[in-house]
């Protein structure tokens, strides 16, 4: 009767076997699937950011707001005639 009992164990136990280590066992799909909630969000943040750069995509080619807007942030340009006044940012963290 003991080695029924431990041959069925062992019988068990070759059966499990690759149920947790084998090729597609529940060690690899839990890696796999942590690996899938990763890249999904890596790809939710590509999503926005790609959203945004079609946003400023559109504003560009539809009118002249978004480039003005660009030139004077971006490059500092100023309109003819225009009095162009900046404030240095070391006098906006210290007030007198």
Not at 55 to 65: P, S
Not at 73 to 87: A, C, N, P, S, T
């Amino acid at each position: 009767m003991r080695w029924l009992a431990i041959g069925l164990l062992a019988l068990i136990v070759l059966l499990q076997y690759p149920l947790w280590l084998g090729k597609g066992g529940w060690i690899k799909v839990w890696e796999y699937d942590r690996q899938l909630k990763v890249q999904r969000e890596e790809t939710r943040k590509l999503e926005i950011r790609n959203a945004g750069l079609d946003a400023e995509v559109r504003d560009l080619k539809q009118g002249y707001e978004a480039i003005e807007e660009r030139a004077r942030f971006d490059l500092g340009m100023v309109k003819q005639d225009e009095v162009f006044v900046q404030i240095p940012d070391e006098a906006i963290a210290k007030p007198r």
